[in-house]
Nanobody, 119 residues
Framework: QVQLVESGGGLVQPGGSLRLSCAAS????????MGWYRQAPGKQREMVAD???????NYAESVKGRFTISRDNTKNTVFLQMNSLKPEDTAVYYC?????????????WGQGTQVTVSS
C-alpha cells in the first residue's frame, strides 16, 4: 500500500500564499498520477489539480493561474503552490495518488491538511 503524508496547510490572509507538500512512502510499484482534492464545509469534494508521471497537469477552472502543481519523482513527492488565495479556497486539502500494480490501478488518499484563508 501507499501512505501519503501532507504538510504545509495553515492560516493565511486573502491574497497570500501557501505551499502544500505530500510525500508518498517507499513502494515497490510505480506511482502514476498524483494530485490534490479539497472539500470545503457544506461542499462536495472537488479535484483541484493532478499531475501524471510524465508531468502532464490538470487544474480545476477555479484555480487556474493561481495554483501550480509539481512533483519530484525521485522522492515520490507532489507539491501544490497556492498563490492569490481567496476565502473560497478554504477547505481540507487531500493528497491523492494512483499506483499501478500488475496492470491494475489502486487509489490512495492522505489524511488531509486544513487550509484557511481569512482576514
Amino acid at each position: 500500500q501507499v501512505q501519503l503524508v501532507e504538510s504545509g496547510g495553515g492560516l493565511v490572509q486573502p491574497g497570500g500564499s501557501l505551499r502544500l507538500s505530500c510525500a508518498a512512502s517507499a513502494i515497490m510499484f510505480t506511482i502514476t498520477t498524483m494530485g490534490w482534492y479539497r472539500q470545503a464545509p457544506g461542499k462536495q469534494r472537488e479535484m483541484v489539480a493532478d499531475i501524471t508521471l510524465g508531468g502532464e497537469t490538470n487544474y480545476a477552472e477555479s484555480v487556474k493561474g493561481r495554483f501550480t502543481i509539481s512533483r519530484d519523482n525521485t522522492k515520490n513527492t507532489v507539491f501544490l503552490q497556492m498563490n492569490s488565495l481567496k476565502p473560497e479556497d478554504t477547505a481540507v486539502y487531500y493528497c491523492t495518488a494512483v499506483q499501478n500494480r500488475y496492470g491494475h490501478n489502486y487509489y490512495y488518499w492522505g489524511q488531509g491538511t486544513q487550509v484557511t484563508v481569512s482576514s
